[in-house]
């Protein structure tokens, strides 16, 4: 093995056999997260199910009862949980992996890997939390007798469009970070935001024509959209919409990766 | 396989001068500054200028020098935490790095845990750790509290096991940086003999940064003396070492003081450079009183560099013809023969006073650097086995 340390490396090489290497520490990462996760609580993993129990409560009063809103076939509880299902997912890794680096800081200004590591280990704790908010859909649908329509053989790639853009939007946080710490401060207020302008509670139809091509900036909005298409056949939005968000996530992961690799060389000076 | 390092014409530069926040306000307030004012009050530091060297296989390399020589910049570069600003390093085989014991420990991992997380960090794969794992246990000697959180270890018991994890984890290169500044001396020694152990019989390369210029000497054949970011001297371990430690301590054989007529004061002291090195401490002092001592008592001790006595005697305790006399002034030596120390500073206080009192204290009045002749096989750690060497002779019965 030889390797050379040299002065500005070349723009865009994403080793992805040096992360294949380090897959071990991948994993043993986020093992540590959920491992320390519920460390000295009373509830422990439990919490893990209050935490969407409530917050699906709270949607089915203000939607449901008060505002009662209109979900077609789909009872309400299914129908704000897929949403939930989703956002929860997207909500954890652009928080975690935004201020991941900063917050392991004593491991990287002392032991090299690559740093990408670091951010993929936070889609992967997420991704525990999406398995259990998904056994809790299930049971949901058992219970409200619902049927999922045949476009789900489709979910698994709805699926992984959210986990690239959760991917793509936690890297570039993360780097952005690095440099400027204020945005730390913005993402929890991106994240609460971003609960009104997807359609987490309330489903997309309520939006007005005029504002469709704004709203559909937020590449969230679509995979929402297929996420309850794929299991019950609602309407999806306007095909331009989806090829919009497509596109968009792809652009969004590139240059993630690329704005990560640039900062990385940085971080042990910057930090 | 091949594995060494090669270095060359190396630099790295830090700006400094303005703290820098890095918020995006001040980043937008510095590119106006850059367009407008055309000026930032930055400064280029070089934390390390222009080093180049090779390692070869199964070497292994001490690198000393002062704090803020560029050691640790050196490291960092090495085990790839920061880049260089010019030149490049070509390393071939694998690196791990050991800087600062117990970086990727968890609190509230336990100890077995912790062990598997160490390793991946170290680039170790779950069936290498899994093989080591008892190895790793017994050396670090905390079998009882494997699946304790690390967060109620005691701070030795942590680094014994940072140690371990990185000790067995066979990298073609190690980097070491400063472990013995932490932990017993007991375990100081052993981390010395493993590195020993490393080095000699499985033919890995080692960078090894230290302060303790025993340990060095013993470890390393070579030594690179960083200075102000630049190497210094780089060559045979014993010969740099000396070089580096005259320099820090300018050895100071004689001392004169200041006398006051109003009380009894030291005039001056000695040691003798050349006795010093057959085995004999020869010191003499002259002193200086208003009036008559009867007599005049003096002591001395003799100090390593981290501050423990070594020896001392005084006329209290060990008799001498000066307990018959009254002088007003004179001058009184002293010879203490058969010492052989080991390498190291070390510092000498001297006292004057009568039967009554002290008078007059000199606290590290002589300086000096001490080399020994003699080769040891195994590194010297002052705090676990003292500073003299008492030429001791084994036998069997």
């Known amino acids: ?271 | 396989m091949q594995a060494g390092i090669a270095v060359e014409h190396l630099s790295k530069m830090y700006r400094i001068g303005r703290r820098r926040s890095g918020s995006f306000r001040e980043t937008v307030s510095d590119r106006f500054d850059n367009i407008f004012l055309k000026k930032l009050d930055a400064e280029d530091f070089w934390a390390l200028r222009d080093v180049s060297f090779n390692v070869g296989q199964g070497e292994v390399v001490g690198i000393i020098g002062k704090n803020g020589a560029g050691k640790s910049t050196l490291l960092k570069i090495l085990s790839r935490i920061t880049e260089p600003t010019e030149g490049r390093a070509i390393i071939w085989g694998r690196v791990s790095s050991l800087l600062e014991v117990g970086t990727g420990f968890h609190p509230e991992l336990t100890g077995r845990e912790n062990i598997y997380m160490n390793g991946a960090i170290l680039g170790m794969k779950r069936p290498e750790i899994k093989k080591k794992f008892e190895e790793i246990v017994s050396f670090s000697g905390i079998d009882q509290f494997l699946d304790t959180p690390v967060k109620h270890y005691s701070s030795g018991m942590s680094v014994r096991l940072a140690f371990a994890v990185a000790a067995y984890l066979e990298p073609e290169i190690l980097i070491v940086d400063e472990v013995l500044a932490v932990g017993d001396a007991e375990f100081q020694k052993k981390c010395l003999g493993k590195m020993k152990d490393v080095s000699e019989h499985e033919g890995r390369t080692i960078l090894f940064v230290s302060h303790n210029m025993d340990a060095v000497q013993n470890l390393c054949k070579k030594a690179i003396w960083l200075n102000a970011g630049q190497v210094s001297e780089m060559g045979e371990a014993r010969e740099v070492c000396r070089n580096y430690l005259e320099s820090i301590v300018t050895s100071n054989w004689n001392k004169k003081f200041i006398t006051e007529n109003s009380i009894p004061k030291i005039e001056f002291v000695s040691l003798d450079e050349d006795k010093i090195k057959e085995g004999e401490f020869f010191l003499r002092m002259g002193f200086k009183s208003p009036h008559v001592l009867k007599p005049p008592k003096p002591g001395f001790v003799l100090f390593n560099e981290s501050g423990a006595p070594v020896f001392g005697s005084n006329t209290k305790l060990h008799d001498s013809p000066i307990n018959e006399k009254a002088l007003k002034e004179g001058v009184i030596g002293v010879s203490v023969k058969g010492i052989t120390l080991y390498s190291g500073n070390y510092y000498v206080s001297v006292w004057l006073g009568d039967s009554y009192r002290d008078y007059d204290h000199q606290h590290y009045a002589i300086r000096f650097t001490y080399l020994s002749k003699i080769n040891y096989t195994e590194p010297i750690v002052p705090s676990a086995i003292g500073s003299i060497d008492p030429l001791a002779t084994w036998f069997v019965e």
């Open chain 1, 1 to 271: 093995m030889k390797t050379i340390i040299e002065a500005k490396r070349s723009g865009f090489s994403l080793n992805f056999r040096e992360i294949f290497q380090y897959r071990d520490l991948l994993f043993m990462l986020a093992f540590r997260d959920y491992r320390v996760r519920y460390a000295q609580t009373i509830l422990g993993f439990t919490w893990a199910l209050i935490q969407p129990l409530l917050t699906l409560l709270i949607f089915i009063l203000v939607f449901n009862k008060a505002v009662k809103i209109n979900t077609g076939a789909v009872p309400y509880p299914v129908f704000a949980m897929t949403g939930m299902w989703a956002w929860s997912y997207f909500s954890y890794v652009i928080m975690q992996a935004g201020q991941s680096i900063v917050s392991s800081q004593a491991l990287v200004t002392k032991v090299y890997f690559p740093r990408l590591i670091i951010p993929l280990s936070k889609s992967i704790v997420g991704f525990i939390d999406f398995l259990i908010a998904f056994l809790m859909l299930l049971s949901l649908m058992v219970y409200y007798r619902v049927t999922p329509s045949i476009n789900i053989f489709v979910l698994p790639f709805v699926i992984f469009a959210l986990i690239v853009l959760s991917l793509a939007m936690g890297i570039w946080l993360s780097a952005l970070t690095i440099r400027f710490r204020d945005v730390q401060y913005v993402i929890p207020f991106l994240v609460q935001i971003g609960l009104y302008v997807s359609p987490v509670g309330y489903p997309s139809s309520e939006i007005p024509m005029e504002y469709r091509p704004l709203y559909y900036l937020n590449p969230m909005a679509g995979i929402i959209d297929g996420f309850r298409w794929s299991l019950f056949g609602t309407p999806l939005p306007d095909a331009k919409y989806l090829v919009f968000s497509g596109v968009g996530i792809l652009l969004l992961f590139v240059t993630s990766i690329f704005y990560f690799r640039r900062t990385e060389r940085l971080i042990a000076d910057i930090i």
